[in-house]
């Protein structure tokens, strides 16, 4: 009981803070200036429950994987191979994010969940009679979409609304940790293939959601300490 009596003031506190915080704006209404698409937060969330959030499930098991599929290589090798996904972060987080920036985010975005979708159905197929180099590639080219992809999503993320991009960058950040814990659970109940499948058919999903993200064009509105408005050119 004393824990629900703790978890119970907590909640009471949060939202205290929460409606103190916002208590003007419930009373007198958003200023158009000020105001953005929560779907814009909603969709980059998911986007990155299904980029970040499968990478951190496929690097945990992915050592694992390579130990099971192919029986002559040692722990050490397998280990090894397995970290050719985490590898590709430092080239694909950053290009993917300078790829959003000159060629849209949208279609950027699109481009790299699709890719994902892709790389993950390949991976489903991987057995013991593949060659270990056509894995590793496979693996590595699914692994750009996936980092590309979280690059493509915080590459909007400050586009939104710059006063809250804190708040917005940790919200996807959560989701991409959830995501993680979510497909390392299904993980638990299925086989690989089953459980690439499955990532794959949720980047699907995203992937749908995406079409609907409204891409932040011409100024983002700022009200600065003085009461003046800023217009940032986007």
């Keep these: 009981y004393t824990l629900y009596a703790v978890l119970v003031a907590l909640f009471a506190f949060q939202f205290s803070q929460i409606y103190r915080v916002n208590k003007d704006m419930l009373k007198n209404g ?57 590898f590709m972060n430092l080239v694909a987080r950053p290009g993917g994010g300078w790829i959003s920036d000159h060629f849209g985010r949208r279609k950027t975005m699109t481009i790299f969940i699709a890719g994902l979708a892709v790389g993950y159905l390949i991976l489903s197929q991987i057995t013991g009679s593949w060659p270990v180099w056509l894995a590793v590639l496979m693996v590595m080219c699914c692994s750009f979409f996936v980092q590309g992809g979280e690059g493509a999503v915080f590459a909007m993320v400050p586009l939104i609304k710059r006063r809250m991009t804190g708040q917005i960058a940790g919200m996807a950040g959560a989701y991409g940790n959830v995501g993680g814990v979510t497909f390392l659970t299904i993980y638990s109940f299925v086989d690989t293939s089953t459980f690439f499948m499955i990532i794959a058919a949720s980047s699907i999903a995203v992937l749908v959601m995406v079409q609907w993200l409204t891409e932040p064009r011409g100024h983002m509105s700022e009200t600065l300490a003085d009461g003046s408005i800023q217009k940032i050119e986007l």
């Design 30 to 86: 958003v200023p158009n200036h000020d105001k953005y698409e929560f779907k814009q937060v909603s969709i980059l969330n998911w986007a990155y429950f299904v980029t970040f959030g499968s990478e951190l499930a496929v690097v945990s098991m992915l050592p694992a994987f390579f130990l099971e599929t192919f029986t002559d290589l040692t722990l050490v090798q397998a280990g090894m191979l397995g970290s050719a996904f985490a």
